[in-house]
């Protein structure tokens, strides 16, 4: 009998009997409720952090619209006005989590100005000079090309918007003037668009608090977020006169002259835009911001002809930026500041190249890519690659500035450094730290949980198989050497971690010293979750069901000694509850697979209560209810929002939070002028 998740109980029908059952109905709370609740999440620091904020914010678009679509719901109920409609857990992942993601993304790369301005972007310096043009004038007419090319009103273009194609690791994200709250277009409901949703110009952060370093983690997340965004939105097509989805059919439906890229012409614009930028950021990633250890240079990386045995060329850990200009930033000098090689750099720009190749993946051999991409990189308005470095051969390849062969050169360079210089053959696991010259000895929990994520999203793109949000999805692969080599050194991380890393009483240790052995410290959470997550990629990939028994174990352990049942949150070290973005990001990504991959069937000998849906949606509910919205406006992860998540400025409201919850409006949140909508550390606290 096929196994069938849930008892094939109705996903509907639970959900709705949870709000019973759970008393999950997340409700809105008054500013005098507010003063009873029992715990505090207080904020420890207003730093934004580049790398664990995209990271988090991946995991909640993962766990958003995604799946909550997977477990049955029609997203068309969705209405951000409608709280908690049609279910309070279909509200908070499909607008809360969906809504947090995508508009934490905008404000890194279009509107705080935190890195590189896209005008001096290494393509669109090529697009000036090859039109004799100056590059504002090159950057203004490229984006009127991209408009075009997803029918998208050219006069509806964001106004001052500071598009990145590099971004920094840290800033502070304080407004520095006040935001234009000022009505822009209203409604017959007394609610109005306020002008900075139009013009950016007054969400600037402070550049001079900036921590100007180029950390492949950093601009890695930032990668990540845009692909998988891009590939959502260029994912199929839509018709002009009624901007209706298509589904893609064909690599050449947008000859049509009524049908355009994009699944509608607005997605369809920040698809491009999204694009545009990351192949900006691969062209200076891949000219110059390797680091060779023989020499102590940056160079230029090599992809295909790549060979570490003749001298390691890597991404160092950090490159300091010397700026030239305020308006519009540019690099006029980098210095490698830390060029060491951390496991968390490489993972976190493997897993977004690896998204984007899925996307621009122009191999002829491979017959599973969605038309729509196809359609996106056939010259217009990206540029195709050349043949040379799409057949079979990479003995014929050349260098060449299309999307397509700049992501190949960059992915297979980090995926060989990966094994190279963190994989230790000998023990079957991945090493943390290596400097240049020698491998470290130390294996992360956490880190080589996610390193094994992003090689799961590695052999899919590599061999063929649908990713970002299909990446769950079987089809026949192409069985590429470099794919074998993914899942060999998959299963070895992941036996490894079964072996010699979980202990008696289900958990698994923080870390393991090669030759010392496991670490003795209290277990975090995050090594847990870290497990979880990288020992569900390889079940999904290798569906050995011995990987997913060893997560389910992690999960329920985790569930059973670190849940607090009287504050509904998990204790993240001992008795201490504090929240990183790191922390929710595997915490969001958790629950996901909870509900998806590891929730009990029929045919499990072992039924755990905590991977009941029921319970599992308990928690989902609670993390967002109390640790990311948090007990008051001025407690809690997530530290403001935009209308997208229901809080809509009406004429006369001067709340700053017109939806009741705990979060504010962005000018009302922190500071003289208001916070970005980002997340912060907290620490959670029993008040009795």
């Given at each position: 009998?096929?196994?069938?998740?849930?008892?094939?109980?109705?996903?509907?029908?639970?959900?709705?009997?949870?709000?019973?059952?759970?008393?999950?109905?997340?409700?809105?709370?008054?500013?005098?409720?507010?003063?009873?609740?029992?715990?505090?999440?207080?904020?420890?620091?207003?730093?934004?952090?580049?790398?664990?904020?995209?990271?988090?914010?991946?995991?909640?678009?993962?766990?958003?619209?995604?799946?909550?679509?997977?477990?049955?719901?029609?997203?068309?109920?969705?209405?951000?006005?409608?709280?908690?409609?049609?279910?309070?857990?279909?509200?908070?992942?499909?607008?809360?989590?969906?809504?947090?993601?995508?508009?934490?993304?905008?404000?890194?790369?279009?509107?705080?100005?935190?890195?590189?301005?896209?005008?001096?972007?290494?393509?669109?310096?090529?697009?000036?000079?090859?039109?004799?043009?100056?590059?504002?004038?090159?950057?203004?007419?490229?984006?009127?090309?991209?408009?075009?090319?997803?029918?998208?009103?050219?006069?509806?273009?964001?106004?001052?918007?500071?598009?990145?194609?590099?971004?920094?690791?840290?800033?502070?994200?304080?407004?520095?003037?006040?935001?234009?709250?000022?009505?822009?277009?209203?409604?017959?409901?007394?609610?109005?668009?306020?002008?900075?949703?139009?013009?950016?110009?007054?969400?600037?952060?402070?550049?001079?608090?900036?921590?100007?370093?180029?950390?492949?983690?950093?601009?890695?997340?930032?990668?990540?977020?845009?692909?998988?965004?891009?590939?959502?939105?260029?994912?199929?097509?839509?018709?002009?006169?009624?901007?209706?989805?298509?589904?893609?059919?064909?690599?050449?439906?947008?000859?049509?002259?009524?049908?355009?890229?994009?699944?509608?012409?607005?997605?369809?614009?920040?698809?491009?835009?999204?694009?545009?930028?990351?192949?900006?950021?691969?062209?200076?990633?891949?000219?110059?911001?390797?680091?060779?250890?023989?020499?102590?240079?940056?160079?230029?990386?090599?992809?295909?002809?790549?060979?570490?045995?003749?001298?390691?060329?890597?991404?160092?850990?950090?490159?300091?930026?010397?700026?030239?200009?305020?308006?519009?930033?540019?690099?006029?000098?980098?210095?490698?500041?830390?060029?060491?090689?951390?496991?968390?750099?490489?993972?976190?720009?493997?897993?977004?190249?690896?998204?984007?190749?899925?996307?621009?993946?122009?191999?002829?051999?491979?017959?599973?890519?969605?038309?729509?991409?196809?359609?996106?990189?056939?010259?217009?308005?990206?540029?195709?690659?050349?043949?040379?470095?799409?057949?079979?051969?990479?003995?014929?390849?050349?260098?060449?500035?299309?999307?397509?062969?700049?992501?190949?050169?960059?992915?297979?360079?980090?995926?060989?450094?990966?094994?190279?210089?963190?994989?230790?053959?000998?023990?079957?696991?991945?090493?943390?730290?290596?400097?240049?010259?020698?491998?470290?000895?130390?294996?992360?929990?956490?880190?080589?949980?996610?390193?094994?994520?992003?090689?799961?999203?590695?052999?899919?793109?590599?061999?063929?198989?649908?990713?970002?949000?299909?990446?769950?999805?079987?089809?026949?692969?192409?069985?590429?050497?470099?794919?074998?080599?993914?899942?060999?050194?998959?299963?070895?991380?992941?036996?490894?971690?079964?072996?010699?890393?979980?202990?008696?009483?289900?958990?698994?240790?923080?870390?393991?010293?090669?030759?010392?052995?496991?670490?003795?410290?209290?277990?975090?959470?995050?090594?847990?979750?870290?497990?979880?997550?990288?020992?569900?990629?390889?079940y999904l990939s290798t569906k050995e069901e011995k990987y997913?028994?060893?997560?389910?174990?992690?999960?329920?352990?985790?569930?059973?000694?670190?849940?607090?049942?009287?504050?509904?949150?998990?204790?993240?070290?001992?008795?201490?509850?504090?929240?990183?973005?790191?922390?929710?990001?595997?915490?969001?990504?958790?629950?996901?697979?909870?509900?998806?991959?590891?929730?009990?069937?029929?045919?499990?000998?072992?039924?755990?209560?905590?991977?009941?849906?029921?319970?599992?949606?308990?928690?989902?509910?609670?993390?967002?209810?109390?640790?990311?919205?948090?007990?008051?406006?001025?407690?809690?992860?997530?530290?403001?929002?935009?209308?997208?998540?229901?809080?809509?400025?009406?004429?006369?409201?001067?709340?700053?939070?017109?939806?009741?919850?705990?979060?504010?409006?962005?000018?009302?949140?922190?500071?003289?002028?208001?916070?970005?909508?980002?997340?912060?550390?907290?620490?959670?606290k029993n008040k009795n």
């Amino acid at each position: 009998m096929k196994n069938r998740p849930w008892k094939a109980m109705s996903t509907l029908g639970i959900v709705a009997s949870l709000l019973v059952a759970t008393g999950c109905t997340q409700k809105q709370i008054t500013s005098e409720e507010k003063q009873d609740v029992n715990y505090s999440a207080s904020v420890m620091n207003y730093n934004f952090d580049t790398a664990g904020n995209m990271l988090a914010y991946a995991e909640f678009e993962l766990s958003g619209e995604p799946l909550a679509e997977a477990l049955g719901l029609d997203l068309d109920l969705l209405d951000p006005q409608k709280v908690n409609k049609p279910t309070a857990f279909d509200y908070t992942a499909g607008v809360e989590s969906y809504e947090y993601s995508e508009e934490a993304m905008y404000e890194l790369v279009e509107k705080s100005g935190l890195g590189l301005h896209l005008i001096n972007g290494p393509i669109v310096d090529k697009m000036a000079k090859e039109s004799g043009k100056q590059a504002p004038q090159a950057l203004e007419e490229r984006f009127y090309q991209l408009a075009e090319s997803v029918g998208y009103d050219k006069g509806e273009i964001f106004r001052n918007m500071y598009p990145t194609f590099m971004e920094y690791s840290k800033g502070d994200p304080h407004y520095i003037q006040k935001v234009d709250t000022s009505a822009y277009a209203e409604s017959d409901d007394k609610t109005y668009t306020p002008v900075y949703q139009v013009d950016f110009k007054t969400l600037r952060w402070d550049r001079d608090k900036m921590d100007k370093i180029l950390m492949p983690a950093a601009y890695g997340g930032a990668f990540l977020k845009q692909a998988l965004w891009a590939g959502d939105f260029l994912s199929g097509f839509h018709t002009v006169d009624k901007d209706e989805e298509l589904e893609a059919e064909a690599p050449d439906q947008d000859k049509d002259a009524n049908i355009r890229l994009g699944v509608s012409a607005a997605d369809g614009f920040q698809g491009v835009i999204l694009t545009e930028e990351i192949w900006n950021k691969l062209a200076y990633i891949r000219d110059g911001l390797f680091y060779d250890a023989n020499t102590k240079q940056l160079v230029k990386g090599s992809g295909t002809q790549y060979n570490p045995a003749n001298g390691f060329v890597y991404l160092p850990h950090a490159i300091k930026v010397t700026e030239e200009g305020q308006d519009a930033a540019k690099a006029s000098n980098l210095e490698v500041s830390d060029s060491r090689s951390l496991l968390r750099d490489q993972w976190m720009m493997l897993w977004p190249a690896s998204e984007f190749y899925g996307m621009t993946d122009q191999r002829q051999e491979n017959k599973n890519v969605n038309p729509a991409f196809r359609a996106a990189f056939d010259g217009v308005p990206f540029a195709a690659a050349p043949q040379e470095n799409t057949d079979a051969a990479t003995n014929n390849d050349v260098i060449a500035y299309d999307a397509y062969s700049l992501n190949r050169d960059v992915l297979l360079q980090v995926f060989k450094n990966l094994q190279a210089m963190h994989f230790n053959k000998e023990a079957g696991a991945f090493i943390n730290i290596h400097d240049g010259q020698k491998q470290g000895d130390y294996v992360d929990a956490f880190e080589a949980g996610y390193t094994l994520e992003a090689l799961r999203i590695f052999q899919r793109a590599i061999d063929g198989l649908p990713v970002g949000y299909a990446s769950g999805e079987d089809a026949q692969g192409l069985q590429t050497e470099e794919g074998k080599l993914a899942l060999d050194m998959m299963k070895k991380q992941a036996d490894f971690m079964i072996e010699k890393m979980m202990t008696k009483d289900g958990l698994i240790v923080n870390g393991f010293t090669i030759g010392k052995g496991p670490d003795e410290k209290a277990a975090t959470l995050e090594a847990q979750l870290g497990a979880v997550r990288g020992l569900t990629a390889t079940y999904l990939s290798t569906k050995e069901e011995k990987y997913r028994e060893a997560a389910r174990t992690i999960y329920n352990a985790v569930d059973t000694k670190m849940w607090d049942k009287k504050l509904k949150v998990y204790k993240t070290e001992g008795d201490s509850m504090k929240y990183t973005p790191y922390t929710a990001a595997s915490i969001s990504a958790a629950f996901r697979l909870a509900l998806l991959n590891l929730g009990n069937m029929e045919s499990d000998k072992q039924q755990y209560p905590s991977l009941e849906k029921e319970t599992v949606i308990s928690r989902y509910m609670d993390f967002y209810d109390r640790v990311i919205d948090g007990p008051s406006l001025k407690e809690g992860m997530q530290v403001s929002e935009f209308w997208d998540t229901g809080d809509s400025y009406k004429k006369g409201d001067k709340t700053g939070n017109t939806d009741k919850d705990n979060v504010p409006q962005v000018q009302a949140g922190h500071g003289k002028y208001g916070i970005a909508p980002i997340l912060v550390d907290i620490e959670v606290k029993n008040k009795n």
